[in-house]
Nanobody, 124 residues
Framework: VQLQASGGGLVQAGGSLRLSCAASGRTFSSYDVGWFRQAPGKEREGVACISADAQSTYRADAVKGRFTISKNRAKNTVYLQLNSLKPEDTAVYYC??????????????????WGKGTQVTVSS
């Protein structure tokens, strides 16, 4: 499976972005998918997750009420909608997929696949 993350950019505080994580080579149907982010000098942290059947989602406390994770099965793509962005949301955002292992919240270790990151920069 190859994951392609896209949709990052530069926005002002309060703005919105939609990140996409497109899978090729295999469907997401049997994988849990998560979004992680890493700011300069900080560890990679989990942001949101969606289960393989899309029946369960998780969002970290820092983004609850602002970020939404969703899945489009037909497009084999997982989205992360980022609203009410804050400067502290500035980071490189990565998507990852796994078939076994703990549900969220979880750390970045043990993922089966990672996408290349997409930069999100929020100006004040």
């Amino acid at each position: 499976v190859q994951l392609q993350a896209s949709g990052g950019g530069l926005v002002q505080a309060g703005g919105s972005l939609r990140l996409s994580c497109a899978a090729s080579g295999r469907t997401f149907s049997s994988y849990d998918v998560g979004w992680f982010r890493q700011a300069p000098g900080k560890e990679r942290e989990g942001v949101a997750c969606i289960s393989a059947d899309a029946q369960s989602t998780y969002r970290a406390d820092a983004v609850k009420g602002r970020f939404t994770i969703s899945k489009n099965r037909a497009k084999n793509t997982v989205y992360l909608q980022l609203n009410s962005l804050k400067p502290e949301d500035t980071a490189v955002y990565y998507c990852a997929a796994w078939q076994s292992g703990p549900w969220c919240p979880r750390g970045p270790d043990g993922m089966d696949y990672w996408g290349k990151g997409t930069q999100v920069t929020v100006s004040s």
